[in-house]
């Protein structure tokens, strides 16, 4: 199926949508500050485009920050721990339980730790946000290689090193990727919702709560408007790198919309 | 190892980092002065359990007491949250199991509405339906139902295609298709999601609550003791130990319902 | 025939411990000569793929001595005396082809250039030239297993072991990589030992078939195979290729009739 006729729907849903509202709005009279219409989010959209760039750039940044923060540690503590599989595959069970803490509860303490208007602050919400996605995934990836891939680099007497390198890491490589996806979108709604607990007033999480306190809510849609490409433009970026990384993979797989 | 083995190192490392690096005792100076590591910052352990048996107002009852009243009410609207979304989740990935049209006019929006931050969305849903228990659960669904759809939709679409076939053989209706055969094979896949999704309700319910302006959860107890930090800091963490609890208890509850529910069956990795 | 390349004497390999022991091998004496292609046959479980993994060391007896090579199996692993080829090809996914060959070689520290002109000499011995950048999935079963043959050869070994490695294919194409196995087989002079399910398989590529009984295993008898060489279509035809393989089979059950109940081995 040709990539237009795939996304017919879905774009045609969209438009419809958008007309609908529009209409609707303007029709039934709802109360602008409630629901605004689209036209008037474009509006608001155009008229703060430099406040908009800059709270989008602010948070990206922190977002980014926090993930390579939290995702080089996981990185780090999976390789460390791997090496003693049982060990390792015994921790999985309290790192998936320690990833059921809101990990939001934690916003402000890293506020009082780090200061409020330091984007370090958010940065380290989002570190602990993404650290355990990582590590369980690339535990996972390091620890559940094929035993006959193992028994034949025995019988090639390499060592713990050879086998790491050569076979653990590359087998681990599409987990890390599943984890990194899911950490791309999640570092920026927790950078976004960190940033709830206080911050600088230009970064998108104040900027929405400041314009929807004032119930000027065309300008909050407008910076969530931002606040949303801004993480599918990460999430693609990362499709983008494991491309790269993995062409092997990527291309082994059926393309899966979900 | 067990979960009292690991409380117990965790507050064993944190003394320690705290001996390394904190206020230190009359009679020591640490080696280090890490500010993270301050009496403010990180709080004795013995002083975080004191907090509890302690009043959290002046003459009020004990602060254990008043966030174990705030967990039941957060867990309550995180529930709710679960059930609604976990449902929506459902409901959306039969849809789309049966009907590739509607999967692909819906499923780029299920993806972005993830991309939404629900902090943002949040204050807007408390105006539509006025702040209370179902705008938090509303909230919190928003969070639970996008796991449990993806995983839905991988576990109705994995059955064997021998075991569709052999349905086919019988003329079996679409409902005995997706009662007999689609929906039992989707159970690990489902399960190891409300795992995920358990976790992510008790989240969106204290986000949902910030906005609201509700008192009585625990996201509230939070923004409180937030407030009042430099006063009482233990207060703040016991809050958040709380809260911890909440969610790894709900995750629990969840795993013993799976192993329960799928005795016999070989789990499925989480994704 | 020369020397034996393998040696075994006197071999038991038990599983399991105390009351739950099962002895898997029973007084294995055996010699594998070299440039001998030998087939190891029996009944499910008898142990054929455990005297091949003792080969290997990648088990270890409990009883009796395995020399391989002139030296100890330990040994003979370390020094990388061997080539193993399993049932499933084993090939690294991220790897391409000519990369799946070198594996070996870099283990050896072999230098780049040279790990390469050997990888595609490997691939053109098993007729695989021009797929050297494909990945593995890419590859259909049989030429998969192809490929693995080629890695198991890669650093010249003296033996190659190799464990039911067409077990997973049609008969055409396990007829067709028989016919080339034998090819490489003469071409290279290595000494093979091959576990097998299929009479007719061993019949026509072994010079020697050592018949295994049912658990706990023992050789009950190895039938020199003396069908002129090379084998091809033809040899399926000969008479006495049928001869063998009634041989082969009436060994097979004659054994089973004949041994008594197994032996657990009981804990002392």
Redesign the interface.
Known sequence: MSRIR?????A???VAVLVTWELLVSVLGIQQF?LPRPSAIAAAFVDHLDELATAGRNTLIEAVGGLAIGGVAALAVAGATARWTTASR??LP?A??A????????A??M???FGVLNPLSKMMVVAVLVFFPVMINTV?GLT?V?P??L??M?????DEL?VFL??RI??A?PYIF?ALRVSA?LS??GA??AE??GGARSV??QF??TE?AFFR?AN?WA??IV??AA??AF?LIILALERVA?P??A??RATD?? | MTFVDVVIALAVGWELVKLLGGDGFPGWTPPFQWQIASDLNMPHVWDIAAAFVEPAQRNGPPLGFVLANAAVFTFREAFGGFVFGAGLGLALAIVFVHSPLLERALVPYVVASQTVPIIAIAPMVVIWLQAGWLSVAVISAYLTFFPVTIAGVRGLRSPDPRAMELMRSYAAPTRDVLLKVRLPAAAPYLFAAFKIAATASVVGAIIGELPSGIREGLGGAILNFNQFYVSGPPKLWAAIIVAALVGISFFAAVRVAEVVMLRGRVAVAES | MSEAVVRFRAVDKVFGSGADATKALDRIDLEVPKRAFVSLIGPSGCGKSTLLRLIGDLTRPNAGTIEVNGKSAHRARLDRDYGMVFQSPVLFDWRTVMRNVELPLEMSAIPKRARATRAQEMLALVELTGFERRYPWQLSGGMQQRVAIARALSFEPAILLMDEPFGALDEMTRERLNLELLRIWQQTGTTIVFVTHSIPEAVFLSTHVAVMSARPGRILDVIAVDLPQPRNDLTREDERYFGFITRVRERLRGGDAARPRAVEVAAS
């Open positions: 795939y996304y017919a729907p879905a045609t849903l969209f409630l015994t921790l309290f998936i339980a990833n059921s803490v809101p990990i939001i509860a934690f402000p303490i506020n009082n730790w996972r559940l094929e006959g891939s028994e034949l025995r019988s090639y007497a390499a050879a050569k076979v590359p087998n490589l599943t979108t920026l709604i976004i919702v709830y607990f998108l999480g929405i709560i929807a809510f909050a910076a969530i606040a949303s993480s599918i999430f993995l092997w993979h291309s082994a919309a979900l």
